[in-house]
């Protein structure tokens, strides 16, 4: 099976960038995206394309794919961006999604 | 406005069946693959398995093949995920959530609200 690693938390100061990551073996080769959570609440589409944001979604969040590495960028990061993050790829005719990354912003 | 509705809270005891449902309405029904997505209590996301309405096509993960069924009503918009006899570690929260294809690019756009299953005894 086809597994995607995520760090279980990232921490960040509001205003800085939050990196999050997300490896799987050749992921490059894969189109992937990332969902955003928030508790009590259904996932929200963040990012598809590896790079390309939903409407709606705020500049701040960007998005990369390189070689076993996804990453998921928030730029000038807000208080309102505290969440888990999942990313997620479509292997072999299952959708695969990461572990969650919680991200703390203080 | 595209929405997907589920059902509500359930509390079972073991070994009873159960079928929780997600009715799609903003958009048309059977276009879209509906996808059905596991959290069990303060876990991540697991993909369960997708139908597509129209002729309710279906495919597994096959870590829940077996385990629960998939189908869809086509006439009244609404996707079902079901289980003959239930277990307590199938609580959890269970999302249906479209999904969405542009170009090779694959994702679930739209999510309902979740349908939280205990099963305890």
């Known amino acids: 099976s086809y597994d995607l690693i995520q760090p279980p938390s990232v921490s960040v100061s509001p205003g800085q960038t939050a990196t999050i990551t997300c490896s799987g073996d050749?992921?490059?080769?894969?189109?992937v995206c990332w969902y955003q959570q928030k508790p009590g609440q259904s996932p929200v589409l963040v990012m598809y394309e590896d790079a390309r944001r939903p409407s709606g979604i705020p500049e701040r969040f960007s998005g990369s794919n390189s070689g076993n590495t996804a990453t998921l960028t928030i730029s000038g990061t807000q208080v309102m961006d505290e969440a888990d993050y999942y990313c997620?790829?479509?292997?072999?005719?299952?959708?695969?999604f990461g572990g969650g990354t919680k991200l703390t912003v203080l | 406005e595209v929405q997907l509705v589920q059902s509500g809270a359930e509390v079972k005891k073991p070994g009873e069946s159960l079928k929780i449902s997600c009715k799609g309405s903003g958009y048309s029904f059977t276009d879209f693959w509906i996808g059905w997505v596991r959290q069990m209590p303060g876990k991540g996301l697991e993909w369960m398995g997708i139908i597509y309405p129209d002729d309710s096509d279906t495919r597994y993960n096959p870590s829940f093949r077996g385990q629960v069924t998939i189908s869809a009503d086509k006439s009244i918009s609404t996707a079902y995920l079901q289980w003959r006899s239930l277990r307590a570690s199938d609580t959890g929260m269970y999302f249906c959530?479209?999904?969405?294809?542009?170009?090779?690019?694959?994702?679930?756009?739209?999510w309902g609200q979740g349908s939280l299953v205990t099963v305890s005894s």
């Open positions: 050749d992921l490059e080769d894969k189109y």
């Open positions: 997620q790829a479509w292997d072999n005719s299952i959708w695969v």
């Open positions: 959530a479209r999904h969405e294809k542009k170009g090779p690019a694959t994702m679930f756009d739209y």
